[in-house]
């Protein structure tokens, strides 16, 4: 079973306030993904990533940097946060971008107040 | 791009009934439906897939239907239980491009 690890489970901070989420998958899977879930409108993606050095736009990538730095780890920064970037981020894991399945972390809950 | 619509925001079955969760979407070249479930505080993890090449699927009590001129599919979950309870999320992708998720269907299995 594919392993996606992302730390913390749980963050807080203000607004204006800056936020690293960190990711690691240990399945040398090519694609990892940044998705944010809202109340009302499912999952979003953020960024995704098809290597490390590599950054692809999602739907939703205003007020987000993303880095891949190896195959393994993927980060979403978050450098001025805002209350409305309050929400539940899961990382995702996936050996290819399509026809495969993704693989979820546990998901890191951030409220910014 | 493309656009998944999942039909019923929320869904309510008795234990032992049929629980049918129904999805669209909008590019016709589309060829691969996984589904996904989300349990109560929880991530979420794959259940069921379907690709453009069949029709229908089953693994034990989830059945996928896949109607491409209608370009909708369904996730069936027979003799439902009080362990199906979760948020399902259908999703679409085309060959080389990223996966498309709908909003997600809350499902109750009530005693």
Request: with cysteine.
């Given at each position: 079973e594919a392993a996606v690890t992302q730390s913390p489970r749980n963050k807080v901070t203000v607004t204006g306030g800056n936020v690293t989420l960190s990711c690691r998958q240990t399945n040398s899977h090519?694609?990892?993904?940044?998705?944010?879930?809202?109340?009302?409108?499912?999952?979003?993606?953020?960024?995704?990533?098809?290597?490390?050095?590599?950054?692809?736009?999602?739907?939703?990538?205003?007020?987000y940097k993303a880095t891949r730095t190896t195959q393994e780890d993927f980060f979403l920064l978050l450098e001025l946060a805002s209350p409305s970037q309050t929400s539940l981020y899961f990382c995702a894991s996936s050996a290819q971008i399509s026809n495969e399945r993704l693989f979820f972390g546990h998901g890191t809950k951030l409220s910014v107040l | 791009g493309e656009k998944v619509e999942q039909h019923e925001s929320t869904l309510s079955v008795r234990e032992g009934d049929s629980a049918?969760?129904?999805?669209?979407?909008?590019?016709?070249?589309?060829?691969?439906?996984?589904?996904?479930?989300?349990?109560?505080?929880?991530?979420?993890?794959?259940?069921i897939d379907i690709r453009s090449n069949v029709d229908r699927k089953q693994s034990q009590r989830l059945i996928v239907l896949l109607d491409k001129k209608a370009k909708r599919f369904s996730l069936h979950i027979t003799a439902t239980q009080p362990e199906d309870s979760a948020i399902y999320f259908c999703a679409a992708s085309r060959s080389n491009n990223r996966i498309f998720f709908g909003d997600g269907t809350q499902l109750v299995v009530k005693p």
């Open positions: 090519n694609y990892m993904y940044w998705y944010r879930q809202d109340t009302g409108h499912g999952l979003r993606l953020i960024h995704y990533s098809y290597g490390a050095g590599n950054l692809q736009i999602g739907d939703v990538p205003d007020g | 049918v969760i129904n999805c669209t979407y909008t590019d016709t070249a589309s060829s691969y439906f996984p589904w996904y479930k989300q349990e109560a505080g929880k991530s979420l993890h794959f259940v």
